[in-house]
């Protein structure tokens, strides 16, 4: 489909989302699949020969297929991670250890689903609906609820043989890094498991922290305010944001309706290519999935291109827009990364300067997403706003936004959505960020990939931002990237013993109110 008339869908699209009306009436299956890709026979590195749990999804899937690595083997060895090192990084909120087992042996014995992830398995953020398995949301709201069935995206991710090992903790209601409701923080960062202070990206903090971890292949999360992208960045993953509608949001526990994102959190492009294309589609069951472009051939575009002498080329030219501030911060490492991408023949930087109102745009007018995240909740606030935690200040703060000033910032968006689509955009194919929030006000699709470490060991990531329903442009992007680095492949230390962090552990902190309310989403 032509990039006009993909922006002329994803206008449309915006508008109808605004309106809560499907674009369409078709009637797609909730959970009915893209067609299956399939794992391009990649070369397997020596470290995942010799620890299973240090395999990539698209490795593990390899070695599957070769008859090297079994179902079994592998979600035993992501167990015996989660027993032993979780009580320090607390990534996840529940563990169905043994119902991940019985579905890993039945898919050893060809029993059960026969997708691309068959026999894989994968860390559900919490506020996916899990049949059968409580979905809390980390909050006192939902401390009962167990759902009756699978978000959709939780169910094609089985319907294509994924195992689920457990749910992953975040933040409360999706709102801050991962704490307990009463702020004292949870989920650590992999890379500094004793210093409990370091930030670790949130909403998505224990899908993010699994991965990064080894105690899960891959993950899903959510985004509306960078709870994808940044624990990526933080935790030396890859997360990729899709488009608004590429995923259905069916059975996820809302934050905000038009600009909830659901995508996966991954050791890599490739790994994160599989799980999208696997997850994305129309579903009947959510309107905001209808009507759009084909979901493209996401693996082929993670695919790298690379010549018999082993030069990595882009697999169509692309020009990646640099903004005037992108060096203020990180220079070092942001100015290698420019330089390795610029060595990347087929790849085109491009300066750009962004318009005068944008801080504005992107700035003031970004309160108005806290009206639309108390609409679902009214009956709560009214009836018992303790159950919201350390986080209520920020509901609170939605709850007395006024009719005028949300209806000015759904103008001031309409007006940044023009600014981006026709002005920055149209001198770039993809756009280096800063920050995730524009392009999570407007629903355009982000790309997180790890660039290398800073002066304390912790992991730094770049933001790529992509023209509407071009999530495989991104991927080509971060898979030539990897092509040429190794940053991707490292994984952190595991943390000390239980009795030595008794010695030498940080106190975990606690957030305020007023600090939540800042850090939210």
């Not at 002329?8 to 078709?26: D, I």
């Not at 930087?349 to 609409?375: C, H, K, M, Q």
């Not at 009214?378 to 303790?386: S, Y």
């Not at 992007?477 to 010695?503: G, I, K």
């Amino acid at each position: 489909m032509s990039r006009s008339l993909n922006r002329r869908v994803f206008l449309a699209s915006s508008a109808a989302v605004a309106s809560g009306v499907a674009l369409q009436t078709s009637v797609t299956p909730a959970a009915a699949l893209s067609p299956s890709p399939r794992v391009p026979d990649i070369d397997v590195r020596q470290a995942a020969l010799n620890d299973p749990s240090e395999a990539t999804l698209a490795e593990a899937v390899v070695l599957m297929r070769r008859g090297k690595l079994t179902s079994t083997t592998l979600t035993e060895a992501y167990l015996e991670r989660i027993e032993r090192y979780d009580p320090t990084y607390q990534a996840y909120a529940e563990v169905t250890g043994d119902a991940a087992l019985v579905a890993a042996r039945k898919s050893d014995r060809g029993q059960g689903a026969r997708g691309v992830l068959r026999g894989i398995p994968l860390c559900i953020k919490d506020n996916y609906f899990t049949r059968g398995v409580p979905t809390r949301c980390n909050s006192l709201v939902f401390e009962d609820f167990v759902p009756d069935d699978d978000a959709t995206a939780v169910a094609r991710l089985k319907a294509a043989g994924g195992i689920v090992l457990g749910k992953g903790q975040m933040g409360p209601l999706a709102t801050t890094r991962a704490t307990t409701p009463n702020g004292t923080v949870t989920t650590v960062n992999a890379w500094t498991p004793e210093d409990p202070s370091v930030d670790p990206g949130g909403s998505s903090t224990g899908p993010a922290c699994s991965v990064a971890a080894r105690m899960a292949a891959s993950s899903i999360g959510t985004q509306t305010g960078g709870s994808i992208v940044l624990p990526s960045n933080q935790q030396n993953l890859t997360g990729l944001k899709p488009t608004m509608g590429r995923v259905s949001l069916h059975g996820v526990v809302p934050l905000s309706f038009t600009r909830d994102h659901a995508g996966p959190l991954a050791r890599d492009a490739m790994d994160a290519a599989l799980m999208l294309q696997v997850m994305a589609g129309p579903d009947a069951l959510d309107p905001r999935t209808l009507g759009l472009p084909d979901v493209p051939d996401l693996v082929r575009a993670a695919t790298p291109v690379v010549s018999r002498g082993g030069a990595v080329r882009m697999r169509r030219a692309t020009r990646i827009g640099v903004p005037s501030d992108f060096l203020a911060a990180q220079k070092t490492l942001r100015t290698a990364l420019l330089d390795q991408l610029d060595a990347i023949p087929g790849v085109t930087l491009v300066d750009i300067t962004y318009p005068a109102d944008w801080s504005l745009l992107t700035g003031t007018f970004n309160a108005a997403r806290l009206a639309e995240r108390t609409e679902p909740f009214r009956h709560w606030l009214r009836a018992d706003p303790a159950k919201f935690g350390v986080s209520l200040l920020s509901w609170l703060q939605g709850l007395m936004l006024s009719g005028d000033e949300w209806i000015t910032a759904q103008r001031a968006k309409n007006h940044l959505l023009r600014e981006v689509l026709d002005g920055v955009m149209d001198r770039c194919d993809v756009l280096l960020q800063t920050g995730p929030v524009p392009f999570d006000i407007l629903g355009l699709p982000e790309i997180a990939f790890p660039i290398g470490f800073d002066a304390a060991g912790v992991p730094v990531g770049a933001i790529l931002g992509g023209q509407p329903y071009e999530e495989d442009r991104l991927l080509e992007v971060a898979a030539a990237y990897q092509a040429v680095t190794d940053w991707h492949t490292r994984r952190p230390a595991d943390p000390a013993t239980a009795r030595s962090l008794l010695r030498t552990a940080t106190a975990r902190p606690q957030l305020s109110a007023e600090e939540a309310a800042a850090a939210s989403a």
